[in-house]
């Protein structure tokens, strides 16, 4: 992975927790933590991010602009909402869907209010945290072992608490997508927990941006045979697209 790429993700997943630990940047990033030491140190002396006891948070002039909705200082923030929207047009209202965790579904979570009412199942906390003041949407959070670095819950516990549930679409995201494995993560536990999600529901449906189309890691969680929606921006690398059409997966692209 290259030096600058491996830096985006490293500030992307502060910005969102507001603060992370050399070890959750670890296994977000999928490097070691002696190399997110090293990245950490760079980012703290070009002001982008500020050194704690641990890990690293936010620098104050690397935040966003809240007055503008939060995501003008950052395109891919801004792509990630229009995703987030397009999703939510798919969703039936008085249905029952699973979001996974993630960046985009929890964007996709705070677009439900306007679907109410719904049945909301999911093991992200920030997914919950986005739907606590929705009266209208029943929330059933699936428990286990929290996964820090994805705020999640994953594991055995997670996926036999999935057992006997069914909703009509479940929302996934993770860290790329080919055409040739589908989508993937670097978390292992993770990839376990997201095929159990996604053996709960009638409809697949993934969210990515288009800086994880062409990407592959680590761990396969749902085939491209078995994605039946990919939502991505306009930026996504059209060849990847092409091909994922021609596995059968239907295309949106949010503008």
Known sequence: MLIAERRRRILEHVRVRGYASFRDLADVVGIS????RRDLRAM???????ATRGGAALAARAVPDQSRGGAGADPVAAERAAIAAR???LVEPGSAIILGPGRTTMRLARCLADV????VIT???PVTTALLDLERVDLVMVGGTLG???AAFVGPMTQQSLQGLHAAQVFLSGEGVTAERGLTTPNVFAAATDMALMAAASQVIVLADHTKLGRDTMCQTVPAQQMDVLVTGSGA??????ALVAAGVEVLVAD
């Open 33 to 36: 933590e002696s190399t997110v």
């Open 44 to 50: 703290v002396a070009d002001g982008q991010l500020s």
């Open 87 to 89: 999703a939510a047009e």
């Open 116 to 119: 109410e009412p719904l049945t």
């Open 123 to 125: 093991n992200s906390v």
């Open 148 to 150: 820090r670095s994805i």
């Open 237 to 242: 690398d059209q060849a990847v697209v092409r």
